[in-house]
């Protein structure tokens, strides 16, 4: 079954303190990995696209990697309005464009 | 330019009401997806239109629900009758994207409870 977990459930970082966001997945073949960012109240904003291990994306303070088993989004010295839930998405081969499978997400907290 | 918008934002009925639920995408997108967070799971996909056409409808849970894309423009997704487990966030996304690609943006979804 085509499942993605994502690690830690909670983060609380302080102001320029860098980490990692996990998202493991095990899927029959993947077509792309997607992450996003929700803030409270809010629908998922989309940040970036991998399609391939190996493949990194970048964005400000983000940054995002891929292997064959699982996707990190890396948190470079983090600022207070980085705080939101960051969800990470699937898309199986075989499956429509808008059939993901998402994470749970991982809530983070940066603190000043 | 005006985003995804869902109206209403929330939502309280009885058990066995009717709910109709709305989505106006961005202008011009002809991909229009529905999605549904239950309280403590994950954010799971319910049906994808193209223009007013069902291009994937698999994630529907059951014939209580029902989607409709009339004219390609706005969407409506209704709940008759509405039962306890049907409360949660659901989240409507469109896109003008080539196929393959991720829904990129998002409503800020419409929090329905059922009592």
């Known amino acids: 079954e085509d499942q993605v977990t994502q690690s830690p459930e909670a983060l609380r970082l302080q102001e320029g303190e860098s980490s990692s966001l996990n998202c493991s997945y095990t899927?029959?073949?993947?077509?792309?990995l997607f992450w996003y960012r929700q803030d409270p109240g809010k629908g998922p904003e989309f940040l970036f696209t991998?399609?391939?291990a190996g493949e990194e994306k970048e964005k400000e303070r983000l940054k995002a990697t891929l292997t064959k088993k699982e996707s990190f989004l890396h948190i470079t010295a983090p600022k207070p309005e980085d705080s939101a839930t960051y969800l990470c998405?699937?898309?199986?081969?075989?499956?429509?464009?808008?059939?993901?499978?998402f994470g749970k997400g991982t809530k983070l907290s940066v603190k000043p | 330019e005006a985003g995804v918008t869902q109206f209403p934002s929330h939502s309280v009925i009885e058990k066995g009401q009717t709910v109709t639920l709305r989505c106006d995408p961005i202008s011009g997108h002809d991909n229009l997806y529905w999605y549904r967070r239950v309280m403590g799971k994950e954010i799971k996909f319910l049906l994808h239109f193209v223009k007013e056409s069902k291009q994937d409808e698999s994630g529907m849970p059951n014939n209580r629900f029902l989607a409709e894309r009339t004219g390609g423009t706005y969407s409506t997704l209704k709940v008759q009758p509405a039962e306890l487990e049907d409360s949660g966030v659901y989240f409507c996304?469109?896109?003008?994207?080539?196929?393959?690609?991720?829904?990129?943006?998002f409503g800020p979804g419409t929090r329905l409870t059922v009592l």
């Open positions: 996304a469109s896109s003008q994207d080539a196929a393959g690609t991720p829904p990129r943006f």
């Open positions: 899927v029959s073949g993947l077509r792309g």
């Open positions: 991998l399609y391939s």
């Open positions: 998405a699937v898309q199986p081969w075989g499956g429509s464009q808008g059939n993901l499978i």
